[in-house]
T-cell receptor, first 111, second 112 residues
Framework: GQQVMQIPQYQHVQEGEDFTTYCNSS?????IQWYKQRPGGHPVFLIQ???SGEVKKQKRLTFQFGEAKKNSSLHITATQTTDVGTYFC???????????WGAGTKLIIKP | DVKVTQSSRYLVKRTGEKVFLECVQD?????MFWYRQDPGLGLRLIYF???????EKGDIPEGYSVSREKKERFSLILESASTNQTSMYLC???????????FGDGTRLSIL
């Protein structure tokens, strides 16, 4: 069946270092969505990418959608403590209105 | 701003009880979803609904049922609660199609 793989599961960084999480889909996606879940919170929508090769930026966050629309990445430059949380990617299932979710990447800032 | 409200933040129930989790959204969204979230397993879809009285099974529907009698309300029912249903339950809604989902704060359910 359709799958979205997300790596890594965890990433430990020093504050100020960069962070990247990657998503790979088993099928071509019409769009991909990114969400952030703070510790103790609920997922919050960040952005949606639709076009092949699309790159979008939100301050220190850069989102990319691959040319084949099967992979995506989120890169955070110079992480801050406010970036801590779990980042999820999600893509639509072909046959209905649900999303298929990556397992998430947890960003941990080393003390 | 979209508001998705889940009836309880924390809930403790006993094995065998029938448990109702309620979710209400205030933005006239077509789609509503119930997920459970467990450490290391991400978000798993239990059921979703794309219209009143319509429901579709997600990835893990066993032991659960849902009800959507009104557009704004989507209820998750644990027919006979078991300890393996102890989890965080998240409700979400979206306008239509594959538009982004808006989540409630979640209900942390413990089955003893």
């Amino acid at each position: 069946g359709q799958q979205v793989m997300q790596i890594p599961q965890y990433q430990h960084v020093q504050e100020g270092e960069d962070f990247t999480t990657y998503c790979n889909s088993s099928t071509t996606l019409s769009n991909i969505q990114w969400y952030k879940q703070r510790p103790g919170g609920h997922p919050v929508f960040l952005i949606q990418l639709v076009k092949s090769g699309e790159v979008k930026k939100q301050k220190r966050l850069t989102f990319q959608f691959g040319e084949a629309k099967k992979n995506s990445s989120l890169h955070i430059t110079a992480t801050q403590t406010t970036d801590v949380g779990t980042y999820f990617c999600a893509g639509p299932v072909d046959s209905n209105y649900q999303l298929i979710w990556g397992a998430g990447t947890k960003l941990i800032i080393k003390p | 701003d979209v508001k998705v409200t889940q009836s309880s933040r924390y809930l403790v129930k006993r094995t065998g009880e029938k448990v109702f989790l309620e979710c209400v959204q205030d933005m006239d969204h077509e789609n509503m979803f119930w997920y459970r979230q467990d450490p290391g397993l991400g978000l798993r879809l239990i059921y979703f609904s794309y219209d009143v009285k319509m429901k579709e099974k997600g990835d893990i529907p066993e032991g659960y049922s849902v009800s959507r009698e009104k557009k704004e309300r989507f209820s998750l029912i644990l027919e006979s609660a078991s300890t393996n249903q102890t989890s965080m339950y998240l409700c979400a809604s979206s306008p239509s199609g594959w538009q982004p989902q808006h989540f409630g704060d979640g209900t942390r359910l413990s089955i003893l």
